[in-house]
């Protein structure tokens, strides 16, 4: 199994950038699909991305097409998330997810991932 754990969140202005991290403790990482869920208060966590063993990406029309871009590094165990022209609406606690993904389908259900970081806040300020 993996432990993924965030770093990289924290307070941008409105259209700027940032690019969070989940180093992923344990083996196999290869073997892994990857996610970035986010979770505002008072909404429902949501998949922003999702990244699979074999490297084929999928995003959320709704909160990152378009705007971020998911990439993973095998060799550093690390699964990142570009997002750039942060808005108003993106602040959340988000989340890196991990999943065994070898002979199962892509999938963006939180319940389909067993295993989670601990979350990193990102603030947007206006």
């Known amino acids: 199994q993996v432990q993924p754990v965030e770093s990289g969140g924290g307070l941008v202005q409105a259209g700027g950038s940032l690019r969070p991290s989940c180093a992923a403790s344990?083996?196999?990482?290869?073997?892994?699909?990857m996610a970035w869920f986010r979770q505002a208060p008072g909404k429902e966590r949501e998949c922003v991305a999702s990244?699979?063993?074999?490297?084929?990406?999928?995003y959320n029309t709704d909160s990152g097409k378009g705007r971020v871009t998911i990439s993973r590094d095998n060799a550093k165990n690390t699964v990142y998330l570009q997002m750039n022209s942060l808005k108003p609406a993106d602040p959340a606690v988000y989340y890196c997810?991990?999943?065994?993904?070898?002979?199962?389908?892509?999938?963006?259900?939180?319940?389909?991932?067993?295993?989670w970081g601990q979350g990193t806040q990102v603030t947007v300020s206006s």
């Open positions: 997810a991990a999943r065994w993904g070898r002979f199962v389908s892509a999938s963006t259900e939180a319940g389909e991932y067993a295993y």
């Open positions: 344990g083996r196999d990482f290869n073997d892994y699909d």
């Open positions: 990244i699979r063993y074999s490297g084929g990406s999928t």
